[in-house]
């Protein structure tokens, strides 16, 4: 299922601006905790691609 915060992930990654990056990641503020709710990936990344950093990541 697509949500706004695939688009707002989206834009985020190709804004190119790294600060704005990690603020998403890493913030602790409502925004931040609100994008990460809605992982990047699923609606960014080929399904293979997806698959391949879970197995990675040990889960």
């Known amino acids: 299922m697509w949500v706004s ?3 707002e ?3 985020i990654a190709q804004s190119g ?3 704005t990056l990690f603020a998403a990641m890493l913030g ?3 925004e931040a905790v609100r994008l990460r709710q ?3 990936y699923v ?3 080929p399904q293979a691609e997806v698959t391949k ?3 990675e990541a040990g889960a």
């Open 5 to 7: 915060a695939y688009d």
């Open 9 to 11: 992930w989206r834009r």
């Open 17 to 19: 601006d790294d600060g």
């Open 28 to 30: 602790r503020d409502e």
């Open 38 to 40: 809605s992982m990047p």
């Open 43 to 45: 609606g960014l990344l």
């Open 53 to 55: 950093l879970y197995e």
